[in-house]
């Protein structure tokens, strides 16, 4: 600068040659500067979404004339452009999704706020390096609703769960069910007077009862089990 007045004249690194009293030199870093600011926005259905952010700057090196004389030095840069810029794109950026989608689509909500934020910072000569989302978080009273949303289908997919279990275990019992009945069909084409007598001769030991009733006097054994010679 001469006598404070702020020069097209740029210096380098290096040594250079001042006149005293007549110049004067501010220094200003045009190395990359890290800025961490952490946001409140809403998205587009109106839910609470607090945002930290890490953005890493620098001031174009030669530009650090005008940026001096029309802005001031690094914190000024910081407290009037840097923040205010960072808190603006956030909230255009997140206002155009909704709060499902800033955590489904952060890719793609992160590529927003780089490609809104680069083209304002560039019109104050400021190159953005990097920018990072390092946390999103929304209201507890969201939390609440996604924590209420996921049981609720939990549950729809445990009434599903017993619905179809139910149908099974009713479907098997029909089955089985057809099964005895076919089985009864079987057994009774099957089944003759001579399997029958059969099944009666290998049950028998042979013995008669030794007290006869009137009844039993009656009975004539070899009609029953029909033998004969």
Known sequence: MQFGEVQETILGEGLHIIIPIVNTVKKLSVQVQKQDITTEALSKDLQDVFTEVAINWHIIPKEVNTIFQ?????????????????????????????????????GEVKAGVDNLLTTRLANYHIAVDDISLVNIHFSARFGEAVEAKQIAEQEVKRAEFVALKAIKEAEAKVNLAKGETEAQRLIQQTLTSDILQKHFIDKWNGNLPNILTTEAIKFDASKFLNITE
């Open 70 to 106: 029309q802005l001031g030095d690094i914190q000024q840069v910081i407290d009037k452009i840097i923040n205010p810029a960072v808190e603006e794109v956030l909230k255009a950026n997140m206002a155009n999704y909704t709060a499902e989608e800033i955590i489904t689509k952060r």
